[in-house]
């Protein structure tokens, strides 16, 4: 088994979790995902900055208390995977073993990537404008001023020539 570095900073982390063999379950569960994130919380205390849940991937951008982050998301993992099986909606492997990570560098790497996040339903087709999708931090972004009205009906220049996944 490879062993992958992963550096553990005091700095907010943008993941990426996949569905084992991209199924479309998780949109179908985002209620679950969330109750699964406070439960988190609870043990690997960490700061929720923002977050989206399309059906096969979500995107989850948060500072860990501690800074091991990796550890939050196998507590995520493991919680929303035991809550599932639990109530019979699954009984395979849920998630993909590993994750993408990106440790948040400065402000404007933040914004790109809050951008990236915020934008992904509408680049991949599920909605005409992040507003409308509905599982994502996107509403209280923009409440807390964050994004003009209109924000992401076109690709941002943020974004361009940006590549994530």
């Not at 088994?1 to 553990?8: D, E, G, K, L």
């Not at 209620?31 to 690997?44: F, I």
């Amino acid at each position: 088994m490879p062993n992958y570095r992963r550096h553990y900073l005091a700095a907010p982390v943008f993941v990426t979790l996949v569905a084992h063999h991209r199924r479309p379950w998780l949109a179908t569960h985002a209620a679950q995902l969330s109750v699964s994130m406070h439960r988190t919380h609870e043990k690997h205390p960490f700061r929720h900055l923002a977050h989206v849940i399309l059906p096969d991937h979500l995107h989850w951008l948060f500072e860990a208390q501690d800074g091991n982050f990796s550890a939050v998301v196998a507590a995520f993992k493991r919680d929303a995977s035991w809550a599932l099986k639990a109530c019979g909606e699954a009984s395979e492997p849920l998630w993909q073993p590993r994750f993408y990570d990106h440790l948040i560098r400065d402000e404007a790497d933040f914004q790109r990537h809050l951008d990236y996040l915020h934008y992904n339903p509408v680049k991949h087709g599920h909605c005409n404008h992040p507003g409308d999708w509905p599982h994502s931090s996107f509403a209280a972004w923009q409440a807390r001023g964050a994004y003009p009205p209109g924000w992401g009906r076109h690709e941002p220049e943020s974004l361009r020539n940006l590549h994530l996944e």
